[in-house]
T-cell receptor, first 112, second 108 residues
Framework: EPEVTQTPSHQVTQMGQEVILRCVPI?????FYWYRQILGQKVEFLVS????????KSEIFDDQFSVERPDGSNFTLKIRSTKLEDSAMYFC??????????FGPGTRLTVT | KNEVEQSPQNLTAQEGEFITINCSYS?????LHWLQQHPGGGIVSLFM???GKKKHGRLIATINIQEKHSSLHITASHPRDSAVYIC??????????FGTGTRLAVRP
């Protein structure tokens, strides 16, 4: 069964460094999402992406964040200058025309 | 802004018991999602519904649009059902607003 994959599973970085989280959505899906979950808190929407542009973003998704679909298969989330409060689990999701979203296993980001 | 509330926050059941988890939301939605989060953190979509009722195996999800309320039922619960169950409301557009989750532990 096709699945969404994410790499790396765990990323440790120092405050101020740039990180890129990678996702490979299901191949025929058209809509892509990033969510985050700070430890012990609820999952939060970050951004949705369709037709090579951001369709919606939350107030969390400020200028430090960017998304890209560089090659038609990968979908990346970049954090330009990480802060301690960016430490969280980041989930990628994708969907086809139906609204059902398929989630990746997540990348745990630890900022020290 | 859509507020999504779940109850209970924690639930412990004996194997075989019938379980109900409730979700209420504050504004109109296009769809309601039920998700399962495993202890390792991974999220699996269980149901997406916009009206009525859906069943998959021992899981049943219902939604009452007028009352802005959805329930997830698990029949004949099993220890492998132990997980966090999350409801998420989809308003206009694609954004999901998540509840805080219900942590379920099923004891043998």
């Amino acid at each position: 069964e096709p699945e969404v994959t994410q790499t790396p599973s765990h990323q440790v970085t120092q405050m101020g460094q740039e990180v890129i989280l990678r996702c490979v959505p299901i191949s025929n899906h058209l809509y892509f999402y990033w969510y985050r979950q700070i430890l012990g808190q609820k999952v939060e929407f970050l951004v949705s992406f369709y037709n090579n542009e951001i369709s919606e973003k939350s107030e969390i998704f400020d200028d430090q964040f960017s998304v890209e679909r560089p090659d038609g298969s990968n979908f990346t989330l970049k954090i330009r200058s990480t802060k301690l409060e960016d430490s969280a689990m980041y989930f990628c999701a994708s969907r086809a025309l139906s609204y059902e979203q398929y989630f990746g296993p997540g990348t745990r980001l630890t900022v020290t | 802004k859509n507020e999504v509330e779940q109850s209970p926050q924690n639930l412990t059941a004996q194997e075989g018991e019938f379980i109900t988890i409730n979700c209420s939301y504050s504004v109109g939605i296009s769809a309601l999602h039920w998700l399962q989060q495993h202890p390792g953190g991974g999220i699996v979509s269980l149901f997406m519904l916009s009206s009525g009722k859906k069943k998959h195996g021992r899981l049943i999800a219902t939604i009452n649009i007028q009352e802005k309320h959805s329930s997830l039922h698990i029949t004949a619960s099993h220890p492998r059902d132990s997980a966090v169950y999350i409801c998420a409301a989809q308003s206009s557009g694609d954004k999901l607003t998540f509840g805080t989750g219900t942590r379920l532990a099923v004891r043998p």
